[in-house]
Each structure stands twice: as C-alpha cells, then as structure tokens.
C-alpha cells in the first residue's frame, strides 16, 4: 500500500499543512495507522484464501482484561445473510457489498459455560464490570484487525448500527444468552472508483491532557469545526461542522436509533448488570 512520509500523514490527520510538533521518523505499523479510513465501497472479488484466519490471528494478538479473551466474532460471508444484517443496520448499502462483515461480540456466555461445566455459578458475570470487559477485549481485538486489514491494502469500516437492533441480531447471529453483537467490520478490497479520504480528528489540544484532565476551549472546537466542515463539502457531504452534528446525536434518546433501549435489551439476552 503506497503511503506519504509519517509527518505529512501526522498533519493530513488534523487537517493542517504542517505538523505542529517534533514528528518520529516514520515506520510501516504509524503509517498504515495514520492512512486509515473508512471505506465503504468494495470490490466484490473473495477475499484470498486464508485472510479471514490471519485476521483473527491478529485480533488474538490484542491485550485481554486477565486473559478472559471475553470476545467472539462471527464472520459473515453469506449474501442473504448479509443483506439481512444490513437491514438491522439502518439499511447501509456498504454491509450487503462487502464480501465479510465480522460481528464483534461481547461474550460472557463462554465463562458462564466453563462455570456450569464445574457446578459453579459464577455470580462476578451479573456485574457491569464483567460486561466492560468484554467490551473492550471486543474492542481491542477489533481494531488490531483494523490495522492487520489494512496493513494488506484492504478496507474497512465500523459498523456500530448493528446495536440499533441488537435483538434481532442476535437471533440471526444465533447468540447464546450473556453475548451480544456490539458492533460489526466490513472487510474487502477497496474499489477504486470510489476513492475515500482521511477524515481529520479532533486537534490533540482537546484530546491530551497532561497529568490532570483539563476542559476543553471553545476555540478549539471552533477551529476544528471549521476544518471539518472543509472536508465534508470537499467530499460532497455538504459543509457539516462536528460540534450541531454532536448536538444532533446525542440530543435525545429519539437520537439514538433505538439504542435507548439498550439496557432492557442486553438484561433480556442474559446480562445482568448489576
């Protein structure tokens, strides 16, 4: 995969010319890093023979609260079952044409099996900590397989509207209690015809905070608004600034999708969250 020298990625990131501190000389793992984007326009060619399991290999490799590994994922290839999927996720197009959608599941079911296996209830799984676990082992598998696709010139792209309809997801995915999709991947090969761009983030002024967390500066985000408002109109997204967009998703429960239900939805596939 052909990328630009490390400081000139590190400034297309933020959106700027110029990268305002002392950039590291480049290597191949921070490059494929700061090139990522989503892509949401694929070829339809299979993946390679043997793909899927180094990805998986790669997601292993990932940290793991106390080596509980409290994730699955359930890949996807079937047509129809993608196309099922994509329905439950607000109908997004890109699900149904990648040719794998991986579905990341929290997955307390397995420790509550090994319990039941010893004639243990293993009363720690109700908690909320036990599920934050598993959600963030999901998580950090996931994005290392993020970074092994694209180090192999494929594309991907998070889709977080599998939990619109959680349910449903589970019953196609066919989930045992105590385990939930909480977000999907599709991987493929990126078509060319529809490029994608790097999207710039939030500047580091309101993301790093040294010793003791700080608030943010109304500037900062004034800035940055306005440096994502410039990529999306030159995207042809129309000129969309971050912080009404905020206000528009999060504003009210309407604004979650169906996902204010989450709570009723994850103690009724087995999550006790105590």
Same mark, same amino acid.
């Given at each position: 995969m052909d990328v630009e020298p490390a400081p000139h990625m590190i400034a297309e990131r933020y959106g700027l010319k110029s990268v305002p501190f002392a950039a590291l000389a480049p290597n191949a793992v921070i490059e494929t890093m700061l090139n990522h984007r989503s892509v949401r326009a694929y070829l339809p060619a299979p993946l %390679? $023979?043997? @793909?899927?399991?180094t990805l998986i290999a790669a997601a292993q490799s990932a940290p793991t609260s $106390?080596?509980?590994q409290a994730w699955s994922v359930v890949a996807v290839e079937d047509a129809a079952r993608r196309d099922r999927l994509a329905a439950f996720a607000n109908n997004q197009d890109f699900v149904r044409q990648a040719p794998l959608l991986l579905c990341w599941i929290a997955d307390l079911s397995r420790l509550d099996r090994l319990g039941r296996a010893h004639g243990r209830r293993l009363e720690g799984l109700d908690y909320l900590e036990c599920f934050m676990v598993a959600l963030a082992d999901a998580a950090f598998a +996931?994005?290392?397989t993020v970074v /092994? +696709?694209? $180090?192999?010139?494929?594309g991907t792209?998070? #889709?977080? +509207?599998l939990r619109n309809r959680p349910d449903a997801v589970a019953r196609e995915l066919d989930l045992p209690p105590n385990a939930v999709a909480v977000f999907g991947l599709t991987v493929g090969r990126p078509? %060319? /015809? *529809? %490029?994608? +761009? #790097?999207? %710039?983030?939030l500047p580091q @002024?309101? #993301?790093l905070h040294r010793e003791a967390y700080r608030t943010e500066a109304a500037d900062d985000i004034a800035h940055y608004d306005e440096t994502l408002a410039a990529f999306s109109e030159r995207a042809g997204m129309g000129r969309t600034a971050w912080a009404p967009r905020m206000l528009n998703r999060v504003g009210s429960g309407a604004s979650l999708s169906g996902r204010d239900r989450m709570r009723a *939805?994850?103690?009724a596939l087995g999550f006790g969250l105590k």
């Open positions: %390679p $023979s043997g @793909t899927l399991e $106390s080596n509980m +996931a994005q290392n /092994a +696709a694209e $180090s192999l010139g494929l792209c998070y #889709v977080g +509207a078509d %060319p /015809a *529809v %490029p994608s +761009a #790097v999207k %710039p983030r @002024t309101l #993301v *939805v994850l103690n």
